[in-house]
């Protein structure tokens, strides 16, 4: 079983439309999560880091269930620049030092 | 602000040769990694190194061999290059939270 798994997509969506993308990981000792942005044949950028409590960036909802071991990013208002692969991703090392975790990706498409 | 540089961006390699790819950051992150990026398997790490003079083995290690240099520097060897090492690189680097990567390099073995 993968550490961090993903459906890979690809979503297609049309501007406006509001999108959920769900992971979950295998590790219970994960410290930290995130959730970093990939464009075509370019390099992962974080997008957010996402917290028990659930945080909220703009159009951006990430939340996290420890019990369930799963992590959710919600897409309100999709634009058209919001097509990338979005990267679930898992600390698995102990604080204060990471080894990140990446998950296969999750394809968005956003159409006219 | 350079961040993290990779070296270089693109190489076509024949089966058997050998060649270091260079990573070089200059936001004094204590650990740094390498991954190899193929289609849908995602990013998997190859080394990383919590700080300077450690390294340890990540999830697809064989054919590969790293240095780090010094805290700035972390290098990715392929001794003996095959065609299942056909892919892009990314080296990255964190220091607690954020990992910041390179912009990558795509390499072919032929």
């Known amino acids: 079983r993968k550490e961090v798994e993903q459906d890979p997509g690809p979503f297609n969506v049309p501007e406006g439309a509001t999108v959920a993308f769900n992971c979950t990981y295998s590790n219970s000792a994960s410290q930290s999560f995130f959730w970093y942005r990939q464009d075509c044949r370019k390099e992962p950028k974080l997008l957010m880091s996402v917290y028990s409590s659930g945080n909220e960036d703009g159009r951006f909802t990430a939340q996290l269930n420890r019990a369930s071991q799963y992590i959710s990013l919600l897409i309100r208002d999709s634009k058209l620049s919001d097509s990338a692969t979005y990267l679930c991703?898992?600390?698995?090392?102990?604080?204060?030092?990471?080894?990140?975790?990446f998950g296969t990706g999750t394809r968005l498409l956003v159409s006219p | 602000n350079a961040g993290v540089t990779q070296t270089p961006k693109f190489q076509v390699l024949k089966t058997g040769q050998s060649m270091t790819l260079q990573c070089a950051q200059d936001?004094?992150?204590?650990?740094m990694y390498w991954y190899r990026q193929d289609p849908g398997m995602g990013l998997r790490l190859i080394y990383y190194s919590a700080s300077e003079g450690t390294t340890d083995k990540g999830e697809v290690p064989n054919g590969y061999n790293v240095s780090r240099l010094n805290k700035r520097e972390f290098s990715l060897r392929l001794e003996s290059a095959a065609p299942s090492q056909t892919s892009v690189y990314f080296c990255?680097?964190?220091?607690?939270?954020?990992?910041?990567f390179g912009q990558g390099t795509r390499l072919t073995v032929v």
């Open positions: 991703v898992v600390n698995s090392a102990s604080p204060g030092f990471q080894k990140l975790v």
């Open positions: 936001m004094n992150h204590n650990s």
């Open positions: 990255a680097s964190s220091r607690l939270t954020e990992a910041f």
